[in-house]
């Protein structure tokens, strides 16, 4: 966050500071949603957790092989260990999404990690294979019960619906980043202890191994007791509905159905399902071709696992690019376009020639795959409701597991009927692996359901997508224009600021729009609020999101299309923070409603005027205080977004702070005034 305390401040200091700002924002991005104590606690219990299920993948495997001793039952030790946590998925998923929505989610994550870490104790206790797959096959019904709870419980967590992608990501990184390195290095130092030891004689191996299920074990129980005795913010909850006594929640019947009516009948959520349908159908077909297809590129083991490495790159890639992208294209756009785009990208890969095409294209899969996954736990972090957040989450494990399942194990039957074909090019024969065709049909598969997805999520129809995506690609946003917010906590102070920075900008040469009058605005609320005789709290705050909407759709809008900078005094943080401060509705409630009203239009730059609180017209200290301490909080939690001056001082002094702040972060978007 840059802070101007100085009129002084040299112009070059913070012309630098904008050209470091793009460097260093997914950075402020990340350390901001980590400052958030309940959501850095939770990170370590998914890291203890994610630690547990790559430890267990390892050691149940290598118990497996040490019990028993047949080659046969070698071969297929990691597949069953394998299959047996994947069928949970399949058959439970719905139900743990429906007790993540009905039941206090801390209690029931404590629960089934009690459940897990006695279930490795105990497969460790009886030593025996078929207690070892059952078992198994319980604690991947815990975990089907555990992470709906989890992922639901994240967003009430932090402090802005925009930190729920940037909490994805960590969750993501920790999952499949942090935590597959240390599961697999913990199980090479476990399994090395014979030769720290330079221990010989007994059946070391079976020893080793229930050593690995047992720490497995104490890794979930660590888990509970950390959920239980330092997360007590995981039972809270945030519904716009009034919160229901417990005798008047629906059965558990009643609310699965609910859940799937609510996901057939939300065109959001609809899209979304079968968008993850046609990426996961792709991904499985990828899985059950991959060796054939290594094959036909004449490699062999190398081959297979450089498509590997490649697929996880560009899925890192495609995760770390995905804010930037989803700051130019709205998400609800973005995760159907880059599943078609996976798609064409799976086409491109079913026809490479060569390795090093291969290996460029399947890297793209792996990004765009990547952009989407990030991008739909966003959505459904961000705009599903509370109350139905538990059974979209497991809905989508439902879909992961089955559709993964399904398309993984039928590809090899494909490729089993095609066989391999020879086609004459030219007069010349090629040889055509079954695999190739069998890719072109995965891709055919998530263009067609992305499309469908695209057209159900998108909600700026009237906005073309190529020429919005070729501009988020190319690093800009669709609009060419930029909106700057001045937000503060007296209405003097913004409007008279506003008003100077906009006739500093136009010094400059360019061409700006100096949007609505807050006077006229509260004079329409006041007018619309007495004719209707609206006296609820929410009815009022419908009515200023309204009126907020009108603005945006009439003014602001236009204005960026056309390409001009946009300065507008309280756009929407200094109302929000003020009815916050005056209301007892929840301030979430109120941010979900100001993003719809303004169709998540979001500032490029907020200018938050800082100044002692002092008595206001008709207002007390008291609520100046608290107003002024929501702005900071909004501003503390995306400083990558604010700009906090020093508002004490004459006006003149803080005019030219603002101006020595702003003036330099737009020298490259200079744009001359047209002529007349």
Known sequence: MTEIQDADTPATEAGQAGQAQSSVSTVHRLRSVLAIRPFR????????????????????????STMMKSYEWQSFALPLVVLTQLLPGILF??????????????????????????????????????????ANFLVGCCAMLWIPAKESAVPNLLRRPDQVESANQLGLVMTYGISTISGFGLYSLISGIPAYLNLQGGNLEFSIATIAVVINGLLYFTSAILVATRLPELSGRVSAAPAKDAGDKPGFVAMLREGLRFAGRTPLVRGLLIGMVGAFAAAGVVIGTAKTYA??????????????????????????TAPRLAQRLAYNRLFGVTIVLAGISLALVALAPHLWIALLTVALVGACAGVAFLTGLTIVGSQVQDDMRGRTVALIQTLLKVVLFGASAGAPLLLTLLQKRQVSVFGHPMEVDASRPVMVGGAVIAIVLGLVAYRQMDDRREEPVLSSLFAAIRGRRHTTGMLIAIEGDTREDTSVQARRLAAALRAEGLDVVLAADPEHDERRLRTMLSSAELAGVRA??????????????????????SGSVV????????????????????????????DWATGRLRPDLTILLDRPVTDGKGIGPEHHWRVQRLLSEMAAADPDRYLVV??????????????????????????PVPAV
């Open 41 to 64: 606690r939770l990170w370590l219990v998914t890291y203890l957790c994610s630690v547990g299920d790559w430890l267990s993948l390892l050691a149940l495997t290598g118990l497996v």
């Open 93 to 134: 998923a719905p139900i743990g999404g429906v007790l993540a929505d009905k039941f206090d989610r801390r209690k029931v994550m404590v629960v089934c990690d009690v459940l897990r870490g006695s279930l490795f104790i105990s497969i460790a206790l009886v030593g025996s294979p078929i207690w070892l797959f059952i």
């Open 295 to 320: 094959l036909s590129l004449l490699g062999g083991a190398s081959t297979f696992g450089l498509l590997f490495v490649a697929v996880f790159l560009g899925l890192a890639a495609g995760m770390a």
């Open 540 to 561: 009022q705050a419908l009515v200023a999101a309204a009126v907020r909407a009108d603005v945006v759709e009439r003014q602001v809008r236009p204005a960026l299309d």
């Open 567 to 594: 300065v507008m005094e309280r756009y929407v943080d200094s109302p929000l923070a003020h009815f916050t401060a005056t209301s007892t509705l929840e301030h979430q409630e109120l941010e979900g409603l100001v």
């Open 646 to 671: 020093d508002a004490d001082g004459d006006t003149d002094e803080v005019a030219e702070r603002v101006r020595a702040a702003v003036v330099p972060l737009l020298a490259t978007r200079r744009r």
